[in-house]
């Protein structure tokens, strides 16, 4: 009777044993899968939702031989926001556009906000009065009319306040004209 009580349990302990070891590798297997996805890479706050908290985006549209809409796209996330060009005061980060002097195209009129911003009281010490917030997804045109028949880069940059990360962003451009062909993207340079 004892050997075979002895058998039992030595049978039960190896049995433990070997299924905790599978366990074990299991868990390690898991866990190695999981370190090596995206996911860590996502912040905190949610594994649906970018990085960063906005995404420019450009393009041109051409309308007539030698004349062309630039358009900037700017995608918000995580209720980020920040001045429009169309605000009445003078703001340190309001969303503008530069381009180097140059004799190869003239811009013509303003950038073109659609949708439109609305005028709205903020009551932030920094701000306290009137401002043109812009919340939602919102793209900017500025036309574009070509003086010259040589191939061309003109530098530039977008500049804004992103909110409400209070940070100052300087994102540099290029238009090139090169054989016929004109562009207008971010300067990675």
């Not at 009551?123 to 917030?133: A, K």
């Not at 500049?159 to 290029?174: A, Y």
Request: net charge negative.
């Amino acid at each position: 009777m004892k050997n075979a009580l002895l058998f039992f349990c030595l049978l039960f302990a190896l049995s433990c044993k070997i299924d905790s070891s599978k366990n074990q590798s299991n868990i390690d297997d898991v866990f190695v899968q999981n370190t090596n996805t995206s996911l860590n890479m996502q912040p905190v706050y949610g594994l649906d939702l970018p990085y960063e908290p906005y995404e420019l985006k450009l393009d041109i549209h051409q309308l007539n031989s030698g004349i062309y809409d630039l358009e900037i796209q700017m995608l918000l996330f995580n209720n980020t926001y920040f001045v429009s060009p169309n605000a009445k005061r003078d703001f340190k980060g309001k969303f503008t556009f530069f381009i180097d002097q140059n004799n190869s195209f003239t811009l013509k009129n303003n950038l073109i906000e659609t949708p439109l911003s609305k005028e709205e009281h903020d009551s932030h010490p920094f701000v306290d009065g009137l401002v043109n917030w812009v919340r939602v997804n919102t793209s900017y045109k500025q036309q574009l009319e070509i003086t010259t028949k040589e191939d061309f880069e003109v530098r530039g940059f977008i500049r804004f306040t992103i909110e409400p990360r209070c940070t100052l962003e300087k994102i540099p451009v290029i238009i090139k004209h090169k054989k016929g062909i004109l562009k207008f993207e971010i300067d990675n340079c």
